[in-house]
């Protein structure tokens, strides 16, 4: 694993937590909530995969972010 990725699964779990997404749906303003984190080490890098579920609508989301390291200028 590269120095620029985490280093850890939790640091990659919070940085998930810590993000805010809205519902396209429904385009409530309130975020939906996370139901679900997993973690995969991948050969380019970790991955996290993220499960909400919208409290207004009831739509099942799934985001996958892939942490590639930092952009080079």
Partial sequence: MSSDF????????????SMVFLCM???????IALSVVDFDNEPSGPSGTA?????????????KIQDIGRVRR
């Fill in 25 to 31: 749906y429904c385009n409530s303003p309130n975020p």
């Fill in 51 to 63: 499960f909400f579920i919208c409290p207004e609508c009831q739509n099942k989301f799934m985001v």
């Fill in 6 to 17: 985490p280093t850890t699964k939790q640091e990659i779990i919070e940085r998930i937590k």
